[in-house]
Nanobody, 124 residues
Framework: QEQLVDAGGGLVQAGGSLRLSCAAS?????????YGWFRQAPEKEREFVAAISRSHTTDYSDSVKGRFTISRDSAKNTVYLQMNSLKPEDTAVYYC?????????????????WGQGTQVTVSS
């Protein structure tokens, strides 16, 4: 059974750092084209954060560029999101996602698999 398991969320003060991880299990993920991270704050739509291709090309939203880094360990089928200089507005549930076809897509509907989400709370 294919699944994504998100981990690493927590409570941190503004200016701090967190590292999220997303472990993929199941044969399908050996050929995943794109891994992405999205986030959703209360009463807001799910929004794109970052994505990485099989060739390790990356894409970031303007709101996190320069602060967040996405990386991928293909041997472990794991993707990471290193979040530095966190701000209170980064508070949200963060979701890992995967899509089989390897072109970048910033819309949630473009992704085939989702993790369960991990809460990130940044206090001021």
């Amino acid at each position: 059974q294919e699944q994504l398991v998100d981990a690493g969320g927590g409570l941190v003060q503004a200016g701090g750092s967190l590292r999220l991880s997303c472990a993929a299990s199941g044969r399908t993920f050996s050929s995943v084209g794109i891994y992405g991270w999205f986030r959703q704050a209360p009463e807001k739509e799910r929004e794109f954060v970052a994505a990485i291709s099989r060739s390790h090309t990356t894409d970031y939203s303007d709101s996190v560029k320069g602060r967040f880094t996405i990386s991928r360990d293909s041997a472990k089928n794991t993707v990471y999101l290193q979040m530095n200089s966190l701000k209170p507005e980064d508070t949200a549930v963060y979701y890992c996602a995967a899509k089989r076809i390897g072109f970048f897509d910033r819309t949630p509907r473009g992704y085939d698999y989702w993790g369960q989400g991990t809460q990130v709370t940044v206090s001021s």
